[in-house]
């Protein structure tokens, strides 16, 4: 089977992990604070606080800034819909707004119409943009309409990692960037993540949070300040985070490669739609648009034929748990259209062809 990806988890990363389990600190110890340390300096970021999931990551930054009940925060439509959960977690009720079909990622002028025409009972409170699939978002266009509306930005960078707009990292463009280390991630922890804050109050605040709210004297005694989370990484996860970050660069190039590769034997199949190619990808999933048909059904075909393809995201607004709303029609294309193909640094050539020659072939 050619699967979607296989995560880049080598002997050394296993052996960091083995060193950490014989050494008795399981939980937040030396290699938390490396993989925190190694992840600031890489995206450019004052202060990396690792967390157990990209979920977290997200739930925790609109915690740490006061957006719960009686607020709203603007979120797009088209996105896994851990992107909308983290805002029910925190209290607060998502607004949703229609993506672009060129990149996937929030329309910016779709998002002010949004902000605009918004008569919910909520305060609005924030923007969520997702660098979805590792595009990076216009940042520049959606900075400056969070200004104008005074709206926090709290970056979904669990896709991100690799991504740059207008010549910096993904994730430091708002109050925080949230990161995730899922396996389907092109850096995996098996699961965790990771929030940036240029914020030192604002770091230390989502510290407390992540550990149960308490906080310890100089003879141990424990008080608990906040009502805070469990939302712990492992020091055996982040053992497995430091030699993939090392290699991310050539990991990176070839993912790169890959997505040209794609290009060239698909490109001009009138019955696939590609997104644009995005000044600083990192394309951590390539999805594809069938532009007619069953996408179920190739999906089916394509796994009894030893290829893994599938679902892009979700169209949240039209799912059961937000009231299957209507109105967006973007995201919807992209949810019953989309499909991901196999990519991941280790994807041989031949493989990606066989991939290429059997969509052809099929479709």
Known sequence: ???????????????????????????????????????????????????????????????????????????????????????????????????????????????????????????????????????????????????????AVVEDAACGLGARHAGRHVGVFGACGCFSFHPRKSITTGEGGAIATEDGALAERLRLLRSHGVVRDEEGRIDCVAVGYNYRMTDFQAALFLHQLERFPGNLSARRVLVEAYYDGLAKHDRLGFPERTEGHAWQSLMLLRKEG?????????????????????CIPTTSAYGLAEGFPVADRCEHQGFVVPLYAGLSPEDAKRVMAWLREWL
């Open 1 to 151: 089977m050619i699967t979607l990806t296989i995560p880049d988890v080598r002997e050394q990363d296993i052996g960091l992990a083995v060193d950490v389990l014989r050494s008795g600190q399981l939980v937040q110890g030396e290699y938390v604070c490396r993989l925190e340390e190694a992840l600031a300096t890489y995206i450019g970021a004052r202060h990396v606080v690792a967390v157990s999931s990209g979920t977290a990551a997200l739930h925790l930054a609109l915690e740490a800034l006061g957006i719960g009940a009686g607020d709203a925060v603007v979120v797009p439509a088209f996105s896994f819909v851990a992107t909308a959960n983290a805002v029910r977690l925190a209290g607060a009720e998502p607004v949703f707004a229609d993506v672009s079909p060129t990149d996937y990622n929030l329309d910016v002028d779709l998002l002010e119409r949004t902000i605009r025409g918004y008569g919910g009972a909520g305060r609005l409170k924030a923007i969520m943009p997702v660098h979805e699939f590792g595009c990076p978002a216009d940042m520049t266009g959606i900075s400056e309409i969070a200004k104008r509306y005074d709206l």
């Open 294 to 314: 069953d996408l179920p059904a190739l999906i089916r075909a394509a796994r009894e034929s030893g290829i893994q393809l599938g679902q892009g995201a979700q």
